[in-house]
């Protein structure tokens, strides 16, 4: 049965200083990755994805990720958080087979301080 | 990217009642849409697969009688909450994925269902 884990229910970090949202996932077979961010009473916005190709992914808002096989990880990065980028942050992996059929991870809220 | 339009936002509703929630796929076509239910502060749990033309796939532990999905067409699925409960207010969410343009899905708005 696939997987995905967010492990951290919360990251509080100050404005300026790096951001980091960790994702796992437990899947057979070769998994596709994504991240999005939901802003209160709203959709889900995507910020990038991993399909294949350079492990490291750039997405929308300085955002970036990267796929490590060996741990089954897909953090999500930013070198300078912003008080803006206060909001919900998913972790999510479909497979070729299910094509838009996502598995969500649990969720992290992240808190941007001034 | 491409852009998927959920309608109502918001609705409130009797208890008894059906409400009936419109995905739709703005700037292509969708021949599958999914359905989501989102608790608070929770994750999104899958509900069900909407396919173009045929019966929509249900996960398990969803009852389809409560919560009919028709897709007529390939830019619009319906979610018909029927006899709602209090229970069954949440928040919904629907997605599609543009099959000739993009590998990921996007989103629709989302609709907060509160039955009173």
């Known amino acids: 049965a696939q997987s995905v884990a967010q492990p951290e229910d919360q990251v509080n970090v100050a404005e300026g200083n790096p951001l980091t949202v960790k994702c796992t996932y437990s899947v057979s077979g070769n998994p596709y990755l994504f991240w999005y961010v939901q802003y209160p009473n709203r959709g889900l916005q995507f910020l990038l994805k991993y399909i294949t190709g350079d492990n490291l992914v750039k997405g929308s808002y300085g955002f970036e990720a990267e796929f490590n096989k060996s741990q089954t990880s897909f953090h999500l990065k930013k070198p300078s958080a912003l008080v803006s980028d206060s909001a919900l942050y998913f972790c999510?992996?479909?497979?070729?087979?299910?094509?838009?059929?996502?598995?969500f991870g649990a969720g992290t809220q992240v808190v941007v301080t001034p | 990217g491409a852009v998927v339009s959920q309608h109502p936002s918001r609705v409130i509703c009797k208890s008894g009642t059906s409400v009936k929630i419109e995905c739709r796929s703005l700037?292509?076509?969708?021949?599958?849409m999914f359905w989501y239910r989102q608790f608070p502060k929770q994750s999104l749990m899958l509900m069900a697969t909407?396919?173009?033309?045929?019966?929509?796939?249900?996960e398990q532990g969803v009852e389809k009688d409560k919560f009919l999905i028709n897709h007529a067409s390939l830019t619009l699925s319906t979610l018909t909450v029927t006899s709602a409960h209090p229970e069954d207010s949440s928040f919904y969410i629907c997605?599609?994925?543009?099959?000739?343009?993009?590998?990921?899905?996007?989103f629709g708005q989302g609709t907060r269902l509160t039955v009173v």
């Open positions: 700037d292509f076509q969708a021949t599958t």
């Open positions: 999510a992996v479909t497979f070729t087979d299910s094509w838009g059929k996502l598995q």
């Open positions: 997605s599609a994925r543009d099959l000739q343009a993009h590998t990921e899905a996007f």
């Open positions: 909407s396919n173009e033309g045929s019966k929509a796939t249900y």
